[in-house]
């Protein structure tokens, strides 16, 4: 397996690779971050080997609101028009469908805690062999339409549209796959306040009593990585 480098695309200091991090590292893979809330401009897609967008509170039409979502987008489909592996995380989903057209929309309810994903495709592209039912960490209000030509790979309960992949190498996920225990601790810090009385908002106990599905999600995160780096 080659040396990468994936490219990291912030919008909140607060919001950051997580345990892809980690699995980089492990590998010897580079990972760079373009903090993009302090005013860093996204890098040319020819600077790196992947992009992995990740999540906020923002929302992907909030264009008026942040000047740098304009030039992100720009960037983002400059990648994949370029055939570059692009990951997008909670908003980075959002932003990727948003580019390629599909609408981005308030779901029917905000989904906060944990709560399991489950398998919308057989034989989904790296990801093996993914067990029927995976609790993952989900914080978002908003949801998006699959782009033309996409394949559904997630579902949960409370949100249709939990995953997609286009060409094979581009991947929308709206749930938290990357999100550590400093990370889970860092969105409750910050966004506390989301967590209003709802069917799929967890309280604060309970999200923070949910330790045990860290390994397991990860060990599925792993698994599509590396699967990922051996086929592109």
Not at 79 to 91: E, F, N, R, S, T
Request: proline share 6%.
């Amino acid at each position: 397996m080659s040396r990468l480098h994936i490219q990291t695309m912030m919008h909140v200091p607060f919001e950051g690779p997580g345990h892809i991090g980690d699995w980089a590292n492990a590998r010897g893979h580079r990972l760079s971050e373009t903090h993009l809330f302090d005013g860093a401009s996204p890098l040319p897609h020819d600077a790196f080997d992947w992009l992995l967008v990740m999540g906020g509170p923002m929302g992907a039409n909030d264009d008026d609101q942040y000047p740098w979502m304009e030039t992100e987008k720009t960037a983002i489909r400059a990648a994949i028009d370029a055939g570059k592996p692009v990951i997008g995380v909670c908003l980075g989903a959002q932003l990727i469908a948003n580019v390629m057209g599909a609408r981005v929309f308030p779901n029917a309810e905000k989904e906060i805690g944990w709560f399991p994903v489950t398998s919308a495709a057989a034989g989904a592209p790296c990801f093996g062999h993914t067990p029927p039912s995976l609790p993952v960490l989900h914080w978002h209000g908003d949801t998006f339409d699959l782009p033309d030509g996409a394949q559904h790979l997630f579902r949960s309960d409370g949100c249709e549209n939990q995953g997609f992949v286009l060409n094979d190498r581009v991947f929308g996920f709206q749930f938290h796959f990357e999100t550590t225990p400093a990370g889970r601790d860092a969105l409750l810090e910050h966004c506390r306040d989301e967590l209003s009385t709802g069917q799929y908002i967890q309280s604060e106990a309970e999200i923070l009593a949910k330790n045990a599905h860290f390994s397991r999600m990860h060990a599925v995160l792993d698994t599509f990585l590396d699967n990922l780096a051996s086929t592109v």
